[in-house]
């Protein structure tokens, strides 16, 4: 963004008139020294600097200094800019509309200036000296003449030396400067072209040169890994970009610390884009479990106003359907696009040639060897279609049994489920299932594995509303506390949509005499007295949020219907196996159990193994 | 104790008991095969403490006495010996085995340690033919509920009254039921529970001849299982089976079978069974169910998913209205292949109602529908 102003020639500076200056958004400039940093930073990213350094002590109370190889400024522009409303990057009030460099109000030097010591160094491409200008409490104590490289260093010193009631509000030394390093990365992470460092009493917390690609910058600039499982996207349209890094659907993050978003390459704390992008991830994450990652969305400055807070760090959108809607859409797709990705790396074929089992038998006795090797599993798209195409039986002896003459209709599409080529490699306690493939070493857990199936049959069934009901012989009764009846009644229309056919009974007693097919009758009766919980708890409340009702409904449920031990051979493991990746988001349950995980070939000839057995 | 025996007829006794071991940890002799020699027998006892067995081979004793050994070991080690003439010597700790050139020496447990094989009171016995028992138990075992959280449901369940034997399995989601005619006296009659596992075995050691004697009470139930005079097995007297049975009433199956049914189809059974296996071919995990519509003279069965659809048409004679009723597919396929009667009867009412699958001689299967709303 910062495109105003080319890099040598500074736009002159003027006081904004009182029409155009009474329209900002008023308030506190500086609220603690992480205000000061980014402020800064944002008046050099404006300056079209190529390369910024922020050093900070104790901090940032003591001092923030930071530097740029910007535009600078002459001798008349620097002591302008301590003016308050004193702006190069506004003309008139109709530029408010559009803005399209960080600063605006020309607010912030003067604020930073009135509460601390301030030191300003600059010089732009026209001076052949630089200027050095010291003002203290907002008063100029000295203006001269310096030797300067082209460009601008601001040092803060003394935060709050005369406003002791601010200083007392600050948090711990350690707070404000994780806030500094924070806000600091950000604006490093969304301006990637510029080099950046940041070094704090003497430590370089991070020094990142021009970036090409975000990952990298991520990782340069967060700590490496940071990239690691998430995925660079990008999606345009209705003159949206929306781009940035975003998490591979899995087990997620436990909290949504992790997500970060940028208009404009602003950082901003946006419900809209949080709900939008939470929306979007919900099939493919477990609930409680949190996408991460950083998001950009670039919109037309006229579409976006970030004049409505002090400090900048909200926006408001103009049109808030139309993004929110742009951004669901474009994220469920990635989504959609990274979990079948993932899934794919998952169910790549065994390895070609099978290795002889290397486990003694004997020696581990949950592990059928009798099973291993095995030969591949005969494909079953080609088992369905001979089957269908095979003649009919012949006739029997009774002739009321003759083959009916009508031909038997088959529309059999391409994409028949296909029960994966992995190497069953045997069960382990707790229900895990071992698979080699060419990838590597793949475990499944059964009871996760089972509620995710579960799980999505039962969302889809709520969705639709069409489900399948097993009619039970001995319908069941349960009996419910009343306060708990009372709440299920409420919900029956819920459980009804979901498949379960159930009636009050008399007496806080519910007759059921269907449950939907999918779901396993022995957990019925326990089931109903959760999902009663639920309902009083609130949880479940239908009218409020039907989606969220569904969820719990269909979480509780498959919980329920996850149940059980590990497939006993080959052919029920892959079955499952099969059911499994037929899901849309078959990497974990929906309360965040891993469903089925891929170890690597390098992770598994990764240092801790190779120690251990090499 | 010291005796001589035919590897074979030892052999074959082991495969006998071989099954019911106990797996716990706690308790290594139930993995552990009592080994009784008296009087020209020795007897062969497993048991996992809810099922004990006990067969009798015979062999020439020289001297009486007994041991338990892990039974497996023992079953693998007398299967592969060199020669026909096997001599088993035992203090009361270890055995040694001896036979042709080979000779072994097994480490085992005292036989006091051995659970005792159950006597009771047998207060009610019946005897049956072998293969009518295997028959009637292989008909109705599928239905069994295989969850451990419904455990009543978890076996077959024996009435022996108003002069018939009647089986009946379920699982909740269909009933099977068979019944035969049989002599019971009043003070006879009575009925039981037997856990899924005991009818496994039961039907595995029952033969095509002879007869089976099975004798319970309140908590447990015994087959005596007549060796079959087929080949030279080296057994002597019956096969004996205790097992505790499941305790606790029964469901009332009875009220479930449908009292009048509307309709009916006389099938092939093999010709059903293929149909539904077809038209099952497209069901899927998500949607398992296959629709059964009976019009004027066809029943078409069709089966639809995410992967396509099927329909198979099979010319029946039937003048009765239109119906169609949804299966699960499994359900109607299970009993069509634990029959062997040529001809089944199919009946039905409407599509809230279950099907059934009858036959002549006394059995049926009642199939409660899938709805589709
Ligand atoms: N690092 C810099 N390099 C070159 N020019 C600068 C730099 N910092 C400030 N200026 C000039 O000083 C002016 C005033 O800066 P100031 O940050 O006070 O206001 P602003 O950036 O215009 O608006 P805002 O208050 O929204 O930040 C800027 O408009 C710009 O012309
Ligand atoms: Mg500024």
């Not at chain 1, 592990?367 to 012949?394: N, Q």
Request: neutral net charge; contains cysteine; charged residues 25%.
């Amino acid at each position: 963004m910062p495109s105003y102003g080319n890099n040598s020639t500074p736009r002159p500076i003027h006081i904004l008139p009182d029409a155009v200056a009474s329209r900002i958004a008023a308030g506190e400039v500086v609220e603690r020294p992480v205000a000061v940093v980014k402020e800064l930073v944002e008046n050099s990213l404006d300056a079209g600097a190529a390369r910024i350094s922020v050093d900070f002590a104790e901090g940032g109370v003591r001092r923030i200094v930071v530097e740029d190889d910007g535009t600078g400024m002459n001798r008349d522009n620097a002591l302008l800019s301590l003016e308050r409303h004193a702006t190069s990057k506004l003309e008139d009030a109709g530029d408010l509309d559009h803005i399209a460099s960080f600063g605006f109000r020309g607010e912030a030097l003067p604020s930073i200036a009135s509460v601390a010591h301030l030191t300003m160094k600059t010089r732009d491409a026209a001076s052949e000296t630089g200027t050095l200008v010291e003002v203290a409490g907002g008063l100029v104590k000295d203006v001269r003449e310096t030797g300067a490289p082209r460009g601008t260093r601001i040092e803060v010193a003394d935060l709050f030396y005369n406003v002791p009631a601010r200083l007392k509000f600050l948090k711990s030394e350690k707070t404000e400067a994780a806030h500094i390093v924070l806000a600091t990365r950000l604006l490093a992470l969304a301006n990637p072209s510029v080099a950046f460092t940041l070094s704090s009493e003497g430590r370089t917390l991070f020094s990142s040169p021009a970036c090409e690609s975000l990952a990298r910058r991520a990782d340069e600039v967060f700590g490496r890994g940071t990239a690691s499982g998430m995925a660079e996207i990008s999606a345009e349209g209705d003159g949206i970009t929306l781009s940035g890094l975003l998490l591979s659907p899995g087990t997620g993050r436990p909290s949504r610390a992790d997500l970060y978003f940028f208009a404009n390459r602003r950082s901003v704390e946006n419900r809209l884009l949080l709900s939008a992008t939470l929306e979007a991830a919900e099939s493919f994450f477990p609930r409680d479990r949190f996408p991460a990652g950083f998001l950009f969305i670039t919109i037309d400055p006229a579409a976006i106003d970030v004049n409505v807070h002090p400090a900048k760090r909200e926006i408001r959108l103009r049109d808030e359907a139309k993004v929110r809607d742009f951004v669901l859409a474009a994220l469920r797709e990635k989504f959609g696009e990274l979990s079948r990705g993932k899934s794919a790396q998952i169910a790549a074929p065994r390895p070609a040639a099978v290795p002889a089992p290397t486990l003694a038998p004997g020696t581990t006795p949950r592990i059928p060897a009798a099973s291993i090797p095995t030969p591949p599993a005969t494909p079953v798209k080609a088992g369905i279609l001979r089957e269908v195409a095979e003649p009919p039986a012949p006739p029997s002896n009774l002739h009321a049994n003759a083959p009916h003459p009508a031909p038997t209709l088959h529309t059999l599409p391409e994409s028949l489920p296909q029960l994966p080529s992995w190497r069953f490699v045997g069960t382990l306690s707790g229900g895990l299932v071992l698979f080699e493939t060419t990838e590597g070493l793949l475990v499944l857990g059964a009871s996760a594995a089972r509620a995710r199936i579960a799980y999505e049959h039962c969302l889809a069934d709520l969705e639709k509303g069409e489900p399948v009901t097993q009619g039970l012989l001995f319908p069941l009764v349960v009996e419910l506390s009343p306060a708990a009846a009372g709440a299920l009644e409420g919900g029956l229309a819920l459980l009804r949509r979901g498949g379960f056919e159930i009636e009050p009974f008399g007496r806080g007693s519910f007759r059921l005499s269907g449950v939907p097919a999918w779901f396993p009758v022995e957990a019925a009766d326990e089931f109903i007295k959760n999902a009663a919980d639920s309902f009083a708890e609130g949880g479940l409340r239908s009218a409020r949020d039907p989606l969220q009702a569904r969820d719990t409904f269909a979480r509780i449920a498959a919980t329920h219907a996850g149940r059980g031990p590990a497939p006993a051979d080959e052919a029920q493991a892959l079955d499952l196996a099969s059911r499994l990746l037929a899901c849309k988001n078959p990497l974990a349950d929906a309360r965040g159990r891993a469903a089925i995980t891929l170890f690597t070939r390098r992770e598994l000839t990764g240092q801790a193994v190779q120690r251990a057995f090499l | 104790m010291k005796f001589t025996i035919n590897r074979d007829h030892f052999s074959n006794g082991l495969s006998q008991v071989l099954n019911v071991v106990g797996t716990r940890a706690t308790m290594p002799i139930l993995g552990n095969t009592l080994i009784e020699a008296a009087d020209g027998v020795v007897s062969l006892t497993t048991t996992n403490l809810d099922m004990s067995i006990r067969c009798r081979i015979k062999a020439e004793v020289a001297e009486g006495g007994s041991i338990t050994l892990p039974v497996r070991k023992l079953a693998a080690i007398v299967s592969d010996l060199p020669s026909l003439e096997v001599i088993v010597e035992c203090t009361a700790q270890q055995a040694r085995i001896t036979s042709g050139t080979a000779s072994f020496r097994i480490m085992g447990i005292a036989s006091d340690e051995f659970p005792p094989l159950p006597t009771f009171a047998d207060k009610r016995s019946f005897v049956l033919k072998q293969e009518d028992l295997s028959g009637m138990l292989r008909s109705v075992s599928y239905a069994e509920s295989t969850d451990e959280a419904r455990y009543i449901m978890n076996g077959v369940f024996f009435s022996f009254a108003e002069n018939k034997l009647t089986l009946a399995a379920t699982d909740g989601r269909r009933l099977a039921v068979i019944s035969r005619e049989m002599t019971v006296g009043e003070d006879n009659a009575g009925s039981l529970i037997l856990p899924a596992r005991t009818v496994a075995e039961v039907m595995r050691l029952c033969g095509t001849s002879d007869n089976v004697r099975i004798a319970f009470n309140d908590r447990q139930a015994a087959f005596e299982i007549a060796n079959g005079a087929s080949g030279d097995t080296g057994l002597t007297d019956s096969i004996y089976l205790v097992s505790k049975v499941v305790e606790g009433n029964y469901p009332n199956y009875k009220q479930v079978i449908p009292k009048e049914t509307d309709q009916h189809i006389r099938l092939s059974r093999e010709t059903f069974l293929n149909t539904v296996r077809r038209a099952s071919r497209v069901t899927s995990d998500k949607n398992n169910s296959i629709k059964v519509s009976v019009k004027s003279g066809v029943i078409d069965i069709s089966g639809s998913s995410d992967i396509g659809e099927s329909k198979v048409s099979l010319n029946v004679d039937y003048t009765g209205p239109e119906i169609a009723v949804a299966f699960n597919p499994q359900y109607l396929m299970d009993p069509l292949k634990a029959l062997s009667r040529d001809e089944v009867i199919f009946e039905f009412k409407d599509e809230l109602s279950p099907g059934v699958i009858r036959t002549p001689d006394g059995f049926m299967c009642v199939i409660m529908p899938l709805r589709i709303s």
